[in-house]
């Protein structure tokens, strides 16, 4: 079966200070993978996406990037956190054999990050 | 207008109520929809699909109403359990790629 591992849980930073969290899938190839953040109190706002090494698309323009270095393996980034990054961070996975519409998405439990 | 919206609520509803929850979407192209369940500080989770025919789950309920384009999620005899907050997730229609639009969510609260 498919799982999704993210890690860390919970993370505190100060301003200014980099980034990386990291998320991987083990069960299936060639995932569509997915960079969330929700803050608190409001919806999930898609960041990244991607749909094979290398490939990453871009939502919301910001301070943060994505990087997939490997099929299964999808890395977010900061150089140089603001306070507004602080929020909840999830990545999320769907099978690879989706048409244009999408499918439903599995998720990692998240990371609670906090820049202060 | 938001792409997918839902009344915040929240809910709080005795156990053993029925409790209905609505969400409206705005792309009349859109063509999958889901309810995803997330408790706090959680991952969402897949609570069901929904299907023009509508769909039913144990105590749960969930139909869609395309000509007026809302999503409808009904939950019978409620449990403390069924607490958390439920997203209206509507997949398609967008551009750029595949398009997940999630709701900002409908908190439920069941008191014993």
């Known amino acids: 079966s498919q799982t999704i591992h993210q890690w860390p849980a919970t993370l505190v930073q100060p301003v200014g200070s980099p980034l990386s969290l990291e998320c991987t899938v083990e069960g299936t190839s060639n995932p569509n993978l997915y960079w969330y953040r929700q803050a608190a109190g409001r919806g999930l706002q898609l960041l990244f996406y991607?749909?094979?090494?290398?490939?990453i698309s871009s939502e919301v323009p910001q301070n943060l990037s994505a990087s997939r270095p490997q099929d299964r393996q999808f890395i977010l980034s900061s150089k140089k956190l603001l306070l507004s990054d602080s929020g909840f961070y999830l990545c999320?996975?769907?099978?690879?054999?989706?048409?244009?519409?999408?499918?439903?998405?599995?998720f990692g439990s998240g990371t609670q990050l906090s820049v202060l | 207008r938001k792409e997918v919206e839902q009344d915040p609520g929240p809910f709080n509803v005795p156990e053993g109520a029925t409790v209905a929850f609505n969400c409206t979407y705005s792309n009349s192209a859109s063509q999958s929809f889901f309810w995803y369940r997330q408790d706090c500080r959680k991952e969402p989770k897949l609570l069901m699909s929904v299907y023009s025919s509508g769909n039913e789950d144990g105590r749960f309920t969930a139909q869609l109403n395309r000509a007026s384009q809302y999503i409808s999620l009904l939950i019978r005899d409620s449990k403390l359990s069924d607490s958390a907050t439920y997203l209206c997730v509507v997949n398609g229609g967008g551009t750029g790629g595949f398009k997940t639009i999630f709701g900002a969510g409908t908190r439920l609260f069941v008191k014993a």
């Open positions: 999320a996975w769907e099978p690879p054999d989706v048409g244009p519409l999408g499918e439903k998405l599995f």
């Open positions: 991607s749909v094979g090494i290398g490939q």
